[in-house]
């Protein structure tokens, strides 16, 4: 091999694994250095800001479910204790609140805001248009209750749960559990399927252990009571 090929093997070699780049230096036959690099693309980085985002709002929903339905009127007595009663009227609005909040930084389309309108932008910039078409096929049907999240976050909604019927929550907001959970589960999905075309393997957990936790918590709490 003449010398132009040798200097064709010489320096830096690299290819691109999932989201990491993976870099060789070599120097003749002899690999010297091995060189790891995160892919630091924008869609990567809004990726695993809207990861932690939808992780939050999936987690806050379920305690508060697990406070506001599984829990009742199995725990209720628990629930009442004079010893923690206050935390549970501060948990049930708290996490009514961040789930909330969480949804609504997803959904935000300030352009300074590393949501899904501008995931969707750098996805289609970095060749992944079908992922960005997927994601706004998915969310299609949950339109009315994103629009409905963010009049809740513009208007700053504020109630206190425990004084009123929990009916009268959901009308309050015109939105139902239900509505909620399922446009929680479609934006999740999507920005999961999204995160695993850019190579991202840790995403929002698809499991309803945040509810499971809060009922084995109660349950705990509720056998300590009886055990006084």
Known sequence: MGKAGRGKRRGAESRRQGGIIVGRLTRGKKNHVTILAMNTSKANEIAHLLIDEGTKARAHFQVWWALRNKALPTYYTTMNNHDYVDFFHAANSGHYTLFLLSLAKIFDRDNRVAGLKEFKQALRAEGLGKSALAIARALKPHLKTVTT???????????????????KVYQINGVTPNELRALIDATCDSINDAATSLGITNTIFESDRAEQATLKMLEALSVGARGK
Do not use: D, P
């Open 149 to 167: 999240v963010m009049a809740i976050r513009n208007k700053s909604v504020v109630h206190n749960e425990h004084a009123i019927k929990r009916s």
